[in-house]
RNA sequence: GCCCACGUAGCUCAGGGGUAGAGCACUUCCUUGGUAAGGAAGAGGUCAUCGGUUCAAAUCCGAUCGUGGGCUCCA
């Protein structure tokens, strides 16, 4: 006699133990027909599930997130069956759900083809249409394996050897088709179908690289046509501002097959741009009350052997060249360097903190198969910086990087963050003294400024306790770009000391950090969120002049050169086209103002300005327009 | 590093065992036109590199390099 309470406070006797379906039934024939599985005492379970004691239930729709995992599940399960039937020696894997769809990873003996995609999703829409029922049923562990053994599906038995003694192994069938899974699952086929197969990849059984690779297919699904259209186009955006194909088309950056993979070339357009940000961020530094540094390339290996990176960071170092039978080390960190700085003296306690900056680059050889455009590269400059301190500064100095931070993002558009603090891993060094201490301080910090952060137990480095900032873009896509580290392992390697204040020896606490990250990647991200439009302060080209007549050629060009004295980057642009042709042009490689400049105003001594977005903002003086200019810049876009 | 795909003019791409194609860009000429593409002519390519198969290779095969999507990695 179940009494069944549902999310809105209501309450339903039964008189013998119902089915979810016939639960939802009873409350509506629309919600029955919507009803995906549901939710009895907090755990998921289908649709066909009976409930036969009190409980309280959640019916999950399409609606819910979690009906959307359903439905992603399910469909995983619907491509693996229409991958058996066209190629029955495929073994299935595992096929789990994913950030907007889901994958399935098959054992097969050569690689899908994007035609036996089209087969493959063509088949799925079949088994939809037929509305195949969803069954589960429960099976011994031994049983199990044997009867996927009996199928000729290895990994499937390697899988339940993994599951726990005592766990329940359940199976879900549909049709000629059945695989081990935990469910939820959809009722029917039937209520699948806004689904796309993505692409196929190689991946790692278990994710291991010394495991063999299999066939992974990805795809996308959704409650409806409507979503599942929405998502496409939203990717198709996310195209659309590929920092790779704008760096492009604006005459930003290239990489080049002469210079080899994941070597940047900045372009005079991009230069300018990266300058713009060079000179703010030493600007910011250096009211902050930071030092900044040059250091060189290389260094002789035994720095890093001291460094500890030569055993730590080897795979991805350049090999070292010999000169002088010695060693030397092109460098992938900056802050070996910084240490050698802080012990060319001895160090009081009246000179800490110190905090040092240094747009350093640095050379990894990152696997070939992880470059990216420029948010994965070779070589990079980073906005490093160090700080060395003694411990009772550690939160004063963490609430200064944490502010100097926000605002640095802040000025490139970033206002949305995602805070992790990372704590102390099983290998670790330093004492648990200093552990809590330092995890206390970055915790205080993080809470003096009211900042909301996440905690990942145990993932900070074996060095010391970290915050990473991850800002959100303009699509709502976020990227790692901000890293604050204490390191009690460095200073430890150095033999780093200051003379405390009773003329002590003491060790310095040396905290990394990067607020940009790289600039290569920063610049990537910044082409990506501002869909190459930057803002004024940041334009490589911030106005063009153009002239409809040769008439106006010298008018234009002076109007060029007074407001290139005054700081601003122009352009003029006299070529004998049309000016519906120049400004299609220059509106396309996103100049924020165009100057139009006829005889109207070259006799009243104006510019017509237009923006970028197609505004007309009507005639005006040159000082009148370096005013608004000015101002746009200093803003930096904010209100 | 591993799996798959790709590499043709500055760019975007078509073609494909028998003398290399388009659009845009570029150059020259005509046009001097008021807010997103005026017209004509011309120039431009060892078809990524190296090797193999073939009477003949841009095309087929292999290797290398690079690019893309994943995997892995990312103190």
């Known amino acids: 006699m179940p009494l069944i309470s549902l999310p809105d406070g209501s309450q339903r006797q039964f008189d013998q133990p119902v089915s979810v379906l016939a639960i939802a039934q009873d409350i509506g024939p629309g919600l029955a027909r919507a009803t995906l599985a549901a939710e009895v005492n907090g755990k998921l379970v289908d649709a066909s599930y009976v409930v036969a004691e009190d409980a309280s239930i959640a019916i999950v729709t399409p609606k819910d997130p979690k009906g959307l995992e359903v439905i992603r599940h399910s469909t995983a399960h619907l491509l693996a069956q229409a991958v058996k039937q066209l190629y029955p020696s495929a073994q299935v894997t595992i096929g789990p759900v994913i950030e907007d769809g889901f994958y399935y990873d098959f054992a097969f003996e050569r690689a899908f083809t994007p035609e036996d995609l089209q087969a493959i999703e063509a088949r799925m829409t079949e088994l939809v249409e037929q509305d195949l029922v969803v069954s589960r049923r429960v099976m011994a562990r031994d049983d199990a394996v044997a009867h996927f053994q009996a199928m000729g599906e290895e990994y499937k038995a390697k899988i339940i050897g993994d599951i726990p003694q005592g766990d329940e192994i359940s199976l879900y069938g549909q049709g000629d088709f059945e695989d081990l899974c935990r469910g939820p699952h959809v009722p029917r086929t039937g209520v699948l179908g806004a689904f796309k197969l993505m692409k196929v990849a190689g991946a790692y059984w278990k994710g291991k690289s010394e495991n063999e690779m299999l066939q992974r297919i990805y795809g996308t699904a959704w409650p409806d046509k409507k979503s599942l259209n929405a998502y496409l186009t939203r990717l198709a955006e996310a195209e659309k501002r ?107 306690y009246r000179e800490l903190p110190m905090r040092w900056a240094e747009l350093g680059t640095v050379y990894r050889h990152e696997m070939s198969g992880a470059l990216h455009g420029l948010m994965r590269v070779r070589g990079f400059t980073q906005d490093d910086a160090h700080v060395f301190c003694t411990e009772a500064q550690i939160e004063a100095e963490i609430l200064e990087i944490l502010d100097l931070t926000l605002d640095i993002l802040g000025s490139f558009g970033f206002e949305n963050y995602e805070i992790v603090l990372s704590t102390r891993p099983e290998k670790s060094v330093g004492s648990d003294e200093i552990w809590d201490k330092a995890t206390g301080a970055l915790r205080a910090a993080l809470q003096n400024r009211g900042l909301s952060y996440g905690v990942d137990e145990g993932g900070g480095a074996f060095y010391g306790p970290k915050i990473d900032i991850k800002i959100e873009d303009a699509i709502g896509r976020s990227w790692q770009c901000s890293t604050v580290q204490l390191d009690f392992n460095l200073p430890e390697r150095f033999g780093m000391e200051y003379v405390a204040d009773d003329g002590s020896r003491r060790r310095p606490i040396m905290i990394h950090r990067a607020l940009l990250g790289s600039l290569e990647r920063f ?91 197609g505004d007309d903002l009507g005639q005006m003086s040159v000082e009148a327009l370096a005013q608004r200019l000015q101002s746009e810049s200093a803003s930096r876009g904010r209100n």
Request: charged share 30%.
């Open 242 to 348: 590929d920092h790779r194909r704008i760096g492009q088309k604006l005459d930003l950056f290239s990489l080049q097959e002469e210079a080899g993979g994941g070597l940047v070339f900045w372009h005079p357009k991009g230069a300018r741009i990266r300058r713009a940000i060079e000179d703010f961020w030493r600007d910011r530094h250096v009211a902050a009350g930071y030092e900044l540094l040059y250091t060189p390339h290389i260094a002789l290996q035994t720095l890093w052997d001291t460094s500890g990176h030569t055993d730590f960071y080897r795979e991805s170092m350049y090999r070292p060249m010999e000169e002088d039978n010695q060693l030397y080390q092109l460098k992938p960190m900056n802050c070996p360097f910084h240490v050698l700085i802080y012990k060319n003296t001895l160090r009081s």
């Open 523 to 613: 610049f990537g991200i910044l082409v990506e969120h501002y869909e190459g439009r930057f803002p004024l302060w940041l334009a490589p080209v911030q106005a063009v002049v153009l002239n409809i007549t040769d008439r106006q050629a010298d008018y234009a060009v002076k109007i060029a050169d007074s407001l290139r004295k005054q700081g601003f980057r122009m352009e003029s642009d006299l070529r004998n086209e049309k000016i519906g042709y120049k400004i299609r042009e220059h509106t396309i490689q996103r100049i924020p103002y165009l100057l139009v400049v006829g005889d109207k105003e070259m006799e009243s001594g104006l510019v017509a300005v237009r923006t970028r977005e």
